[in-house]
């Protein structure tokens, strides 16, 4: 009760009442001693006369408390009443709220989930992606070798700890089938950076991380629920993995899921062992913790110097690298951070028009009231209390639609993850309290925002006299103000809708797309294979060719082949090659993609040889195809074929000779023109390989015969991630998709609310001017004369709206560059077919209160005034 | 017989009060003795009437007060009527000599 106290300052206002009482019953005690009373009697006949002080005391303080609370009591009663007595306008209100600001806290929790909450680590804010960067390349380099990771940790004096880790998918084979693993190869400190400890058991011992060392692991709460039933002996058990046995020495809690939620089991890398020690072979994905208080500024600094010793100790490799570090979480949601604020942008635009909806019924409502608001004046409502009211109504019913809207949204974030699965985090999105608190913030800004004009509006003192008038004899004014609200409601959907337009035609485009393969009946797959095994590379080339060969055998395949990306799917690994027959400074360096597959990639992917001949699979010198790009933007004058590049980082030694050009393929993604590329022949199939498999019918009915087959001869593999290759370009548009559905989702609803509005206004307009257009027509004007007038008027907002509206989608098409593909921003045919649609929608809008207004019948509507 | 405030038309106590204080600044005190004086004892204002009306005037801002010593030397709370308090009287006044009227008329008339 203090803070009532503090806002009524009771002790010092009962001080001056008891001053003032105390001098009236003085006064009285004067009174009746003047009137021959003794001094006692007149002192108990004046306290007698004046009653229980107390009491009234009460009552005066009545007067001071403005009654916060009762009148709050008050107006919630009355709002209620009123909702209950006009049910139609409150439930129109109530859905459009709950829609748009349901809308607006469901792309609110993504972005609360995604972009504004820490990772789910301790001090989140330490973690820092590390990169190690070459000034020629478009991309940096996103992995890090191991040797180079571990000088940057001993030399740095920013960062508590650096670490890294690459996963790859394994085999486990002490159960009776081999079984399909996720494991992150770890180097040391990993669970130091993180600052995460293991639900149960310990982090790996220095030993451990040794050559020679014990092979120990630590699984995920994950993995250790669904192996071993949750059961604590799980620690010491052991794992088999290839040809070794893993003990269990950790678990770790549930809510570690890094790299992400697929992950089972975390193993350490030995620092030391031999295929370690290359300074050109990436392989980490490397993360730091910052020593607390230090910037990222002077991470950057200091590990920029440390590079820069590096450079001297080891010019050949370290010369021209510099380190990049930036924010894990930046690097972890930085691709869909523009999906999402564009998301949010357009449901909040849906939110005000959702709000000019509402203000354009509450002003028709309150000239409907204009009668109640002049009785509760001339009673002596001061207008304070009367604004009060009216806002406590539009509160209510914005209360009831956000609560509404957050068990719409709660109902449809399911849909949502399912839909935006591609998104990172998106576990993490849930309902929470601060959604709630969202969604209350929406409810009162949308009050303020709805409530205020008309409740100011609708009070007004000139409308003091109205009592006098008979409402229904009164026209009321031109309500210009609703036609705005209508146009205003207009222009936002066009935005909203040339939005939605353009990324459709996108997709559209990119359906138009002809990659320049042939993707139809391609099923993609994984075999495990442990990266132990490449270091014996010429065994696990007799392997692959085997696998290849028994595919290419089976009944129902055309063709079979092996390639480390998926085509279609985003993958880059650009490289700066060498020519070893030279070439001039003047002409520009060799920058490429490079792709290792097999010979029988181009074939089974249906890619046209145009010159020359496949590259050979032997274990002679290495050869390559080039791409049509590659050709036209480096040998414009010359012959390709003949020439041998250099590549020192991708592991092979040696030059490679060029000996044919296959057509342009857009392998980085469909929305990505082809670049220049060279496909390196790797009949090798390397961890994470993907085997990419033509069949005679649809690809997915082969699945299982493969995977038998495959489990014939090579029984410690297993074989996962059946996919059609169609399947994969789905996913990585997956994001798109997404925020197409979604603009377009909230476009059509913006359009029907504008719809709703220009309906709503024209038919009030048409009920208050019922007698003007009974007298015009009992004067002989034509029926179709009504009708134009009304629909022209309905029309002309629209098109004002409309003109407003693609001025806007010009102005704000900029923030839609790079997610279009084939279409640019201010696409005329798109914003022109829009606005058609506007306007016929607009029409069939009009036409219904225009033919009402026609339907008058003039002897009735005169004789009722 | 006097008539106590329950009988009293509502808002008469007020436009009563607003007649009292624009004679001058007043006590409340002072405003209950002068309506008993004036209407020769027909009306009795219970201090639990004028004080809550008093206060409540206050607010509104048609009473403006301040702190005086009476006649006698005591300390005593001075109304007295602010703009806004006249022009609200002014608009009572002429109500209530309407309706006085009207009521005045329909008697007579009806006898």
């Given at each position: 009760m203090s803070w009532w106290k503090s806002i009524f300052p009771k002790r010092a206002s009962d001080a001056q009442m008891n001053t003032e009482l105390r001098f009236h019953i003085d006064e009285l005690i004067d009174e009746n001693i003047a009137a021959g009373m003794s001094a006692e009697e007149a002192r108990r006949r004046a306290m007698l006369d004046f009653g229980g002080q107390e009491k009234f005391k009460e009552e005066v303080r009545d007067v001071y408390r403005i009654r916060v609370l009762d009148a709050t009591l008050a107006n919630l009663k009355s709002a209620f009443r009123f909702i209950r007595k006009s049910p139609t306008f409150s439930a129109t209100v109530i859905l459009t709220l709950a829609l748009a600001i349901g809308a607006n806290s469901a792309v609110f929790s993504a972005i609360d989930a995604i972009l504004l909450k820490p990772l789910p680590f301790p001090q989140s804010d330490q973690l820092m992606r590390l990169q190690q960067r070459h000034p020629k390349l478009s991309i940096p380099n996103p992995f890090v070798a191991p040797i180079r990771l571990e000088d940057w940790n001993r030399l740095n004096s920013t960062f508590q700890a650096i670490t890294g880790y690459y996963t790859e998918d394994i085999s486990e084979t002490s159960a009776a089938l081999p079984e399909e693993f996720t494991e992150a190869l770890v180097a040391p400190r990993f669970l130091q950076v993180w600052g995460v400890a293991p639900a149960l058991g310990r982090d790996f011992s220095f030993e451990e991380g040794r050559a020679g060392g014990p092979d120990a692991v630590i699984i995920s709460d994950r993995f250790w629920r669904r192996r071993f039933a949750a059961n604590p002996n799980a620690l010491g058990q052991k794992l088999h993995i290839g040809n070794s046995s893993y003990t269990v020495v950790g678990i770790m809690p549930a809510s570690f899921l890094f790299p992400d939620r697929d992950v089972d089991l975390w193993s350490p890398v030995p620092v030391d062992v031999p295929y370690a020690q290359s300074r050109e072979s990436t392989w980490y994905t490397a993360i730091g913790r910052l020593k607390p208080g230090i910037s990222i500024d002077q991470a950057r600094a200091n590990l920029g110097t440390v590079q820069d010793q590096l450079a001297q100790q080891f010019p050949k490799t370290d010369a021209e690298l510099s380190v990049g570090i930036d924010p894990l979480k930046e690097t972890a949601i930085a691709s869909s951070r523009r999906s999402l604020w564009l998301l949010f942008g357009s449901v909040s635009l849906l939110l005000l028009i959702a709000c000019t909806n509402i203000i354009a019924l509450l002003l028709a409502r309150a000239t409907q009231r204009q009668h109640e608001i002049s009785v509760r004046f001339s009673m002596g409502a001061p207008r304070g209390a009367l604004i009060a009211q009216l806002l406590t109504e539009t509160f209510l019913l914005a209360l009831l639609g956000a609560l509404l809207g957050l068990l719409a949204a709660n109902a449809a974030s399911g849909v949502f993850r399912s839909l935006a699965a591609s998104l990172p985090r998106v576990e993490e999105i849930r309902l929470d309290a601060r959604i709630v608190l969202y969604s209350l913030a929406c409810s009162v800004i949308v009050t303020l925002l709805c409530g205020l004009f008309p409740a100011i509006r609708g009070t007004r003192r000139n409308l003091y006299g109205s009592l006098n008038q008979a409402s229904r004899t009164q026209v009321s004014g031109r309500n210009s103000l609703q036609w705005l609200l209508v146009g205003i409601q207009v222009a936002l959907a066009v935005t909203l809708l040339s939005g939605a337009g353009l990324l459709l035609r996108t997709f559209q485009e990119l359906g138009r797309?002809?990659?320049?393969?042939?993707?139809?009946?391609i099923l993609t797959f994984q075999i495990s294979v442990g990266w132990g095994e490449t270091a014996d590379l010429k065994k696990l080339r007799q392997k692959t060719d085997r696998i290849l060969e028994a595919l290419r055998s089976?009944?129902?395949?055309?063709a079979a082949a092996i390639s480390v990306g998926v085509p279609g799917v985003p993958f880059k690994y650009q490289t700066e090659l060498k020519l070893v027959e030279g070439r001039a400074e003047s002409e520009p360096k060799l920058f490429a993609d490079n792709h290792l597959v097999s010979a029988s990639y181009f074939a089974t992917m249906k890619i046209p040889m145009l010159e020359g001949a496949l590259c050979r699979e032997t274990d002679g010198p290495p050869s390559v195809v080039v791409n049509r790009s590659f050709a036209n933007a480096y040998f414009t004058d010359s012959q390709v074929i003949g020439h041998h590049l250099e590549a020192s980082n991708l592991g092979y030694s040696g030059s490679a000779e060029i000996v044919g050009i296959s057509g342009d393929a857009r392998e980085a993604g469909l929305d990505q023109p082809p670049v220049p590329t060279v496909y390196w022949c790797a009949p090798v199939a390397e961890p994470g390989t993907y085997f990419l498999v033509r069949t005679h019918n649809a690809p997915m009915t082969m699945a299982e015969t493969i995977r038998e087959q495959i489990h014939d001869f090579e029984p410690q593999r297993s074989v996962y991630n059946f996919a059609p290759l169609e399947q994969h370009f789905s996913d990585a548009l997956a994001e798109g998709r997404l925020r197409t559905i979604l603009l377009t989702f909230f476009a059509a609803t913006a359009l029907s609310l504008a719809c709703i509005g220009l309906y709503g206004t024209l038919s009030y307009n048409v009920n208050v001017r019922r007698r003007e257009v009974g007298l015009r027509l009992a004067l002989g004007a034509l029926r179709g004369q009504i009708i134009r007038q009304f629909l022209w008027q309905g029309l002309v907002v629209c098109i004002v709206g409309c003109v407003a509206g693609w001025v806007l989608a010009a102005a704000s098409g900029r923030l839609l560059t790079g997610l279009l593909y084939g279409v640019s921003p201010t696409d005329i045919p798109t914003l022109t077919a829009v606005i058609l649609l506007v306007l016929v929608v607009a029409a069939v809008a009009s036409l219904i209160p225009a033919t009402r207004a026609a339907r008058v019948e003039p002897m009735q509507v005169l004789r009722n005034e | 017989m006097p008539i106590e405030k329950s009988d009293l038309l509502q808002g008469t106590l007020d436009m009563l009060i607003l007649k009292i204080v624009a004679l001058g600044p007043v006590h409340g005190y002072g405003i209950s003795l002068r309506i008993r004086q004036i209407s020769k004892e027909v009306l009795q204002v219970q201090q639990g009437s004028l004080y809550p009306a008093l206060h409540r005037l206050e607010k509104r801002g048609w009473l403006a007060a301040e702190w005086g010593a009476s006649e006698k030397g005591r300390q005593a709370k001075f109304y007295k009527l602010s703009a806004k308090g006249r022009k609200q009287l002014e608009s009572e006044e002429s109500n209530w000599n309407r309706l006085a009227g009207a009521v005045a008329n329909i008697l007579q008339t009806a006898q």
């Open positions: 797309v002809s990659p320049g393969y042939d993707p139809s009946h089976t009944p129902g395949v055309e | -």
